[in-house]
């Protein structure tokens, strides 16, 4: 099996060891090597997608990206039904998206908050 290498931030490294304490993992490589395999059931089930959809995408990011999220939101405004903007601490908001429209642009709007760097969470529920 390949060696690959990481760098993760302090905070990351001590949350993946408690993580791995806690589902018993044997190590960090076992636990790392389970999230990308999740990462890429996921994706699949994203990518697999197809009609029309009823969905929710979750996104938390800093607060800092506000206006960056409003901007990216105009661009799908034909599919977003409601958007809820939260303040989920002192510098951290949610955004809600309750999405009606052609899975190609939902997964196109998904995609485009996977892809930035700023979001800390992006998450796609479908019904």
Not at 95 to 100: A, G, P, T
Not at 101 to 126: E, Y
Request: proline share 1%; glycine share 4%; with cysteine.
């Amino acid at each position: 099996m390949p060696i690959i290498s990481i760098s993760l931030n302090e905070n990351i490294i001590q949350e993946l060891d408690k993580l791995q304490k806690f589902l018993g993992f044997s190590g960090r490589s076992e636990i790392v090597r389970a999230s990308v395999r999740n990462l890429l059931l996921e994706e699949k089930r994203i990518e697999e997608l197809n009609g029309v959809l009823h969905s929710v995408l979750l996104v938390i990011h800093d607060e800092k990206s506000d206006q960056e999220i409003s901007e990216m939101r105009h661009d799908y405004d034909k599919i977003i039904n409601t958007h809820i903007h939260n303040k989920i601490d002192k510098d951290r908001c949610l955004e809600i998206f309750v999405l009606y429209g052609d899975s190609k642009d939902i997964k196109n709007m998904t995609k485009k908050f996977q892809g930035n760097r700023k979001m800390d969470q992006v998450r796609l529920i479908v019904t």
